[in-house]
């Protein structure tokens, strides 16, 4: 009974839209971070989704491609930031802002590879090992219920985004579930309020 969506900037995000489960699945036509971010604020009024999933690529096909702290990618994280900013203000204009709850991660960390160059960059050498740098994510949480100015002590893993949507939609998370939710980041059980 929940409304859905997905905006990507990579078309294999597709393969997680298994039928039934997704109402809305965009991939723009441009996949810059500003052109994700124009299609959400396209349809958010009229979608309202419970559960928004928008991926921009903008940093990882910078980090691979001219390296993990290039230049590069700081200017491309500039861009996520701008591109944010429009989600921010068409959540506000759908009136949604008091009831969301936004969470900004990346899939994995990374690591400059030695001898990697932007002319000879090393496909998928910038990660993937169990090396902290390349597992270690950031982790953000501001809207309705996170605790402000406030820093989580333990470990956050991906696995726990999934599992904090659950929680913060009132879905019990499966036992089986590798996540668990990131409960210290708010003041209390969504469902309690």
Avoid at 4 to 20: H, I, N, Q, S, W
Avoid at 38 to 59: S, W
């Amino acid at each position: 009974g929940l409304k859905t969506a997905m905006f990507v900037a990579k078309e294999k995000f597709k393969t997680l839209a298994l039928p039934g489960s997704v109402d809305e699945f965009v991939y723009p036509p441009k996949t810059d971070a500003q052109s994700v971010a124009d299609a959400f604020a396209a349809e958010v009024g009229k979608l309202k989704p419970n559960l928004c999933f928008i991926h921009f690529g903008d940093p990882d096909v910078a980090g691979h491609k001219y390296g993990m702290f290039s230049p590069e990618k700081l200017k491309a994280f500039a861009h996520c930031d701008a591109a944010l900013k429009t989600i921010r203000d068409a959540v506000e204009a759908a009136g949604l802002t008091a009831s969301s709850v936004f969470i900004l991660t990346a899939d994995h960390g990374g690591h400059d590879t030695p001898g990697e160059t932007p002319q000879a960059p090393i496909k998928g050498g910038a990660h993937g090992s169990p090396e902290t740098a390349d597992v270690q994510i950031p982790w953000v949480a501001w809207g309705k219920g996170v605790k402000p100015h406030s820093t989580i002590g333990g470990a956050v893993v991906i696995y726990d985004t999934a599992a904090t949507a659950l929680w913060l939609l009132g879905v019990d998370v499966p036992e089986s579930f590798w996540g668990r939710p990131v409960t210290a980041a708010f003041q209390a059980d969504p469902q309690s309020k």
